[in-house]
């Protein structure tokens, strides 16, 4: 007699709504919330591999660090990861802009390197920048290759 293969153990985690950020327990979710967390299947937006966002995961994130309750995970940790830092240098970038704007001004390479992570950026889910980014194509524009 051949076994069925069983799905994965889910753990579930208990619920702490006392825990969640203010804005939380404004949300309905805090009017009857889950009794436990249980992991999450979803797919990278990015790289479109298969993550999981578990369910001591999802207690770190809410309870913890405090995120909005129906904040769903789109990118994986890895995805994740490089985001936060294309994130750590645009605001590199952007700290040097202010602090020495005629040096960067003449530096190419810079303003190419800044322009690509404002791209880059938008392809991990971030924002798109529209100022910043018209202001290094005005001031690319006509430079070397």
Known sequence: MEKKEQPPHILAV???????????KQSYAYQSPPREYTDRHYTCRHCRKAAVFTGQEQREAYEV???YIWQARV??????ATRMQIE??????????QTARA?????????????????????????????????????LRGREC
Do not use: I
């Open 14 to 24: 208990p619920t702490s709504p006392e825990h969640w950020s203010d804005s939380s």
């Open 65 to 67: 660090r405090k995120a």
């Open 75 to 80: 990118l994986c940790a890895e995805c994740f």
């Open 88 to 97: 750590a240098e645009l605001l590199g970038c952007a700290h040097r802009w």
């Open 103 to 139: 040096e960067c001004n003449a530096d190419t390479p810079f303003l190419r390197r800044w322009h690509g992570l404002l791209q880059q950026h938008v392809d991990y889910g971030g924002s798109r920048d529209e100022g910043n980014t018209h202001m290094l194509v005005a001031l």
